[in-house]
């Protein structure tokens, strides 16, 4: 039997490899190895001018995003902006200028890369508000009485007139809210036109008139307009030919023949001059009460000469109703009458002397 062990080997793989690791601590320690620096990305953050509210189509008021970025290598960066519903939609500079074109919610987003292309993304949610209509409430003067009231049973036309910040379209609504004698079925209040209403009063006394501007997007506002509704008034003699309020006495001379006294004007807040008008025509000695005239209702009356004596005074009275049955409160004797004891008088007379 042959044997033998070979010891050589592996005391030359021993030594080969000590030799080996000598050589690559020689290599790295002579600096022969290169390793690149890492990139590290910017950081962006957006803010926003001015803090708000916002709301849609405000071109009184753009509002601005401006682009916070770093980059701790010191590249250079570029930005991108993105909102669909903004005006521009885009944008490629540090600060974005926009409108908003949407009643909703939108999101503002800011892309910001470095030369070697690493980026970051911020967002900014945007909450619109909508801006409330504005209106305003216009009585027309058309039927109105000279202190600003208005008389019972007199249409009344009541207007408005709304507009929106926005640029939304509006509906209007008209209510109104009459006093409490009043009763729904004999008052009447109904739209005359686009945001034009007619009022007709049953009852004197303190009505209101309210108007709602709304827009789609929940705005609305509402006003209110007071409008002060008068009894019908009695008739006013206005003018009298001749001349009813003079204190003198007209002369009727027998020569001239008949002469013709009339009631030239009427003011009446309801009813018209002369159809409307009632006249009560007296006549009398002076000194005697008038008596009445019967059949005669007309605005104007003749005196002829020829019935009487040279010499003779007469009085002849004209009193003027309207379509309310009123009491005179002055004395039969009275030549003059106010129901409300200011300058409209109901009653005028003449004196007229025959000669």
């Known amino acids: 039997m042959i044997s033998a062990v070979v010891v050589g080997v592996g005391v030359a793989l021993h030594n080969g490899v000590r030799s080996l690791v000598r050589g690559v601590v020689a290599l790295l320690l002579a600096g022969c190895f290169y390793i690149d620096p890492i990139n590290t990305a ?16 405000d071109t009184s008021s753009t509002t601005t995003f401006t ?38 919610s939108v999101q503002v987003r800011l892309i910001v890369k470095d030369s070697h292309g690493a980026e970051d993304t911020s967002l900014v949610p945007i909450t619109i508000t909508d801006r409330a209509p504005t209106v305003d409430i216009m ?77 789609a997007f929940g705005g609305s ?14 008739p006013c003699l206005a003018i009298t030919v001749p001349d009813a309020n003079s204190d003198g006495r007209y002369l009727v001379l027998r020569d001239d023949g008949p002469r013709r006294f009339a009631v030239a004007s009427v003011t009446d ?21 008038p008596a009445p005239v019967a059949g005669h209702d007309f605005p104007d009356f003749t005196i002829d000469p020829a019935d009487y004596l040279p010499g ?32 409209c008088f109901q009653r005028e007379t003449w004196e007229i002397e025959i000669r």
């Open 42 to 57: 910017p950081t962006a953050m957006i803010q926003v001018s001015p803090p708000g509210p916002y709301h849609f189509n």
């Open 67 to 104: 682009a916070v970025a770093v980059d701790p290598d010191g590249d250079a960066m570029t930005f991108e902006w993105h909102c669909t519903e903004c005006v521009p939609n885009v944008g490629t500079s540090p600060m974005y200028r926009v409108t908003f074109a949407t009643h909703g």
């Open 139 to 215: 009585v027309l003067n058309t039927n109105s009485n000279l202190d600003g009231t208005y008389t019972v049973t007199k249409s009344i036309l009541v207007t408005a007139d709304a507009k929106d910040p926005d640029g939304d379209q509006l509906t209007t609504r008209a209510i109104v809210h009459p006093p409490p004698t009043s009763d729904a079925n004999d008052m009447q209040f109904f739209s005359s036109g686009d945001s034009v209403w007619t009022l007709v009063p049953d009852v004197p006394g303190h009505w209101t008139v309210e108007v709602t501007a709304s827009d």
């Open 221 to 234: 506002t509402t006003k209110t307009q007071p409008i002060e509704v008068v009894p019908d008034q009695p």
């Open 269 to 289: 807040d309801l009813d018209s001059f002369p159809g409307q008008i009632q006249f009560n025509w007296s006549l009398g000695r002076s000194g005697t009460v």
């Open 312 to 343: 003779d005074v007469l009085e002849l009275r004209v009193e003027v109703a309207d379509r309310v049955a009123r009491t005179l409160p002055c004395a039969a004797g009275q030549p003059r009458c106010s129901i409300g004891g200011n300058g």
